[in-house]
C-alpha cells in the first residue's frame, strides 16, 4: 500500500514539470521582450510605449486563461449516478453479464442517459463505480470520471472537459495571440541584428546601428520561440475551432458516440449557432473572457435526434429528476438544451393517438403518428 502511494506521489510531482516548463519560458519571454527589447534596444519612446501597453494586454489575458485552465476543477459525475445500495450488492454478486446489464437497465430508467458501448450496453464505469452519463468518460490520469471529458492535457496538468473547456480554447487563442505579437514586434530588430551586427568583426557599423550586447541573444531567440510555438499552437487551435463548430470532443472525434439507434458522428451536433454557444455561453460580451458561460449542466446534452426508447419505460410525460441537496427535482436544462430537432423524427409503428415526450425540459415534443 505504501509503496503504491509513493509512486502515485511521484507521479503527482512529475505532472507538473511540462507547467513548470511552460511558466519558466513565459516568464523568459517577459523579460526577453520588455527589458531586453523594450528597455535596452528601443530607443523611441513612443514606440516603447505601445509595444509595451499592447503586450501586457496579451500577457494578462494569456495569463489568465491559462491558469483558469489549470485550477478549474474537472465535473464528476454526481451520487445520483451511483448504483443503490441493493443494486450495487447485486450487480457484485452476480456473474453473468447479462444479469448485470439487466441491473443497470434497470437503475438506468432514471437517468437521463442515452448514449451505449460499442456493443449496445450500459455505460458502467467499474473504477468509479457509476454509470456514465452522455459523454462523460474515465481519465486514467485523474483516475475520476470526467463530465464531457474532451482530453488530459499534460501542459495545463488537467483534465479538459465541461467545467474548462472554454477556458482552454481561450488559452490557445490567447497564446497563440501572445506568440504572434512577439514575433510580429520583434521581426524588425531581429533583421537588423541578424544582417548588420552579427559578426563581431565588423568595425565600421552604420550611425544607426543597434548596440551588440547580450540583448542581441535574448532578441534572435525570442523570435525564434515565439515562432515555434505559433505554428504549433495554430494548428490545435484551429482543430479545436472545428471541434466546437462540430459539438464534439476529441474524444468522439476518433470514436463515434454510440446512441440507441447505433454510432452517430453528429448526434450532438445543433447548428453551428448553437453549438458556439453551447461552449461560450449566450452572451457574447462574455466569449473572450475567461469567465464561465458554458451552457448546459454537463449531464444532458441536446442531440439532433430524438427517438422513442422501450428501455426508458413510459415516455409519456416522462422527466428525468436528480438529487440536489437532499431533494428530488426535475433536472432542468437550458435555453439552448430546449431545442431539440423534432423534424427528423421517425417512427416505425404507427399509431392513432398523438404522443408527448418531455425529455429533460419543461416543454414537450409531439410527434403526430399517422394510421
Same mark, same amino acid.
Given at each position: 500500500m505504501?509503496?503504491?502511494?509513493?509512486?502515485?506521489?511521484?507521479?503527482?510531482?512529475?505532472?507538473?514539470?511540462?507547467?513548470?516548463? &511552460? $511558466?519558466?519560458?513565459?516568464?523568459?519571454?517577459?523579460?526577453?521582450?520588455?527589458?531586453?527589447?523594450?528597455?535596452?534596444?528601443?530607443?523611441?519612446?513612443?514606440?516603447?510605449?505601445?509595444?509595451l &501597453?499592447?503586450f501586457?494586454?496579451?500577457?494578462?489575458?494569456?495569463?489568465?486563461?491559462?491558469?483558469?485552465?489549470?485550477?478549474?476543477?474537472?465535473?464528476?459525475? =454526481?451520487?445520483?449516478?451511483?448504483?443503490?445500495?441493493?443494486?450495487?450488492?447485486?450487480?457484485?454478486?452476480?456473474?453473468?453479464?447479462?444479469?448485470?446489464?439487466? &441491473?443497470?437497465?434497470?437503475v438506468?430508467?432514471?437517468?437521463?442517459?442515452?448514449?451505449?458501448?460499442?456493443?449496445?450496453?450500459?455505460?458502467?464505469?467499474?473504477?468509479?463505480?457509476?454509470? @456514465?452519463?452522455?459523454?462523460?468518460?474515465?481519465?486514467?490520469?485523474?483516475?475520476?470520471?470526467?463530465?464531457?471529458?474532451?482530453?488530459?492535457?499534460?501542459?495545463?496538468? $488537467?483534465?479538459?472537459?465541461?467545467?474548462?473547456?472554454k477556458?482552454?480554447?481561450?488559452?490557445?487563442?490567447?497564446?497563440?495571440?501572445?506568440?504572434?505579437?512577439?514575433?510580429?514586434?520583434?521581426?524588425?530588430?531581429?533583421? @537588423?541584428?541578424?544582417?548588420?551586427?552579427?559578426?563581431?568583426?565588423i568595425?565600421?557599423?552604420?550611425?544607426?546601428?543597434?548596440?551588440?550586447?547580450?540583448?542581441?541573444?535574448?532578441?534572435?531567440?525570442?523570435?525564434f520561440?515565439?515562432?515555434?510555438?505559433?505554428?504549433?499552437?495554430?494548428?490545435?487551435? =484551429?482543430?479545436h475551432?472545428?471541434?466546437?463548430g462540430?459539438?464534439?470532443?476529441? &474524444?468522439?472525434?476518433?470514436?463515434?458516440?454510440?446512441?440507441?439507434?447505433?454510432?452517430?458522428? $453528429?448526434?450532438?451536433?445543433?447548428?453551428?449557432? @448553437?453549438?458556439?454557444?453551447?461552449?461560450?455561453?449566450?452572451?457574447?460580451?462574455?466569449w473572450?473572457?475567461?469567465?464561465?458561460?458554458?451552457?448546459?449542466?454537463?449531464?444532458?446534452f441536446?442531440?439532433?435526434?430524438?427517438?422513442?426508447?422501450?428501455?426508458?419505460?413510459?415516455v409519456?410525460?416522462?422527466?428525468? @429528476?436528480?438529487?440536489?441537496d437532499?431533494q428530488?427535482?426535475?433536472?432542468?436544462?437550458?435555453e439552448?438544451?430546449?431545442?431539440?430537432?423534432?423534424?427528423?423524427?421517425?417512427?416505425?409503428?404507427?399509431?392513432? =393517438?398523438?404522443?408527448?415526450?418531455?425529455?429533460?425540459?419543461?416543454?414537450?415534443?409531439?410527434?403526430?403518428?399517422?394510421?
Amino acid at each position: 500500500m505504501a509503496p503504491s502511494h509513493a509512486v502515485r506521489c511521484c507521479q503527482r510531482g512529475l505532472s507538473w514539470i511540462p507547467v513548470i516548463f &511552460i $511558466n519558466l519560458v513565459v516568464c523568459w519571454s517577459y523579460y526577453a521582450y520588455v527589458v531586453e527589447l523594450c528597455i535596452y534596444t528601443i530607443s523611441n519612446t513612443e514606440e516603447q510605449v505601445i509595444y509595451l &501597453i499592447v503586450f501586457h494586454v496579451f500577457f494578462f489575458m494569456f495569463i489568465w486563461s491559462y491558469w483558469k485552465t489549470i485550477i478549474s476543477k474537472p465535473e464528476s459525475p =454526481s451520487k445520483e449516478f451511483c448504483l443503490p445500495k441493493v443494486d450495487k450488492e447485486l450487480y457484485e454478486k452476480e456473474e453473468n453479464p447479462e444479469a448485470q446489464q439487466e &441491473i443497470l437497465k434497470r437503475v438506468a430508467k432514471n437517468l437521463p442517459v442515452y448514449t451505449r458501448t460499442g456493443s449496445g450496453a450500459i455505460r458502467y464505469c467499474d473504477r468509479c463505480q457509476l454509470i @456514465k452519463p452522455d459523454r462523460c468518460h474515465h481519465c486514467s490520469t485523474c483516475d475520476r470520471c470526467v463530465l464531457k471529458m474532451d482530453h488530459h492535457c499534460p501542459w495545463v496538468n $488537467n483534465c479538459v472537459g465541461f467545467s474548462n473547456y472554454k477556458f482552454f480554447v481561450l488559452f490557445l487563442a490567447y497564446s497563440m495571440l501572445y506568440c504572434v505579437y512577439i514575433a510580429a514586434t520583434v521581426l524588425q530588430y531581429f533583421i @537588423k541584428f541578424w544582417t548588420l551586427c552579427r559578426r563581431r568583426a565588423i568595425e565600421h557599423c552604420p550611425e544607426n546601428h543597434l548596440p551588440d550586447t547580450h540583448a542581441k541573444f535574448h532578441v534572435l531567440f525570442l523570435f525564434f520561440v515565439a515562432a515555434m510555438f505559433f505554428i504549433s499552437i495554430l494548428s490545435l487551435f =484551429s482543430y479545436h475551432l472545428w471541434l466546437v463548430g462540430k459539438n464534439r470532443t476529441t &474524444i468522439e472525434a476518433f470514436r463515434a458516440p454510440v446512441f440507441r439507434s447505433g454510432p452517430d458522428k $453528429n448526434g450532438f451536433t445543433v447548428g453551428f449557432r @448553437k453549438n458556439v454557444t453551447q461552449v461560450f455561453g449566450d452572451q457574447k460580451k462574455c466569449w473572450c473572457l475567461p469567465l464561465y458561460s458554458s451552457l448546459g449542466d454537463g449531464y444532458t446534452f441536446p442531440t439532433r435526434l430524438v427517438n422513442v426508447d422501450s428501455e426508458q419505460g413510459n415516455v409519456e410525460h416522462q422527466t428525468i @429528476k436528480c438529487t440536489v441537496d437532499g431533494q428530488t427535482n426535475p433536472r432542468p436544462l437550458s435555453e439552448s438544451q430546449n431545442h431539440l430537432l423534432d423534424n427528423d423524427m421517425h417512427s416505425d409503428e404507427q399509431k392513432d =393517438s398523438p404522443v408527448n415526450i418531455e425529455v429533460c425540459q419543461p416543454v414537450s415534443i409531439t410527434m403526430e403518428n399517422e394510421s
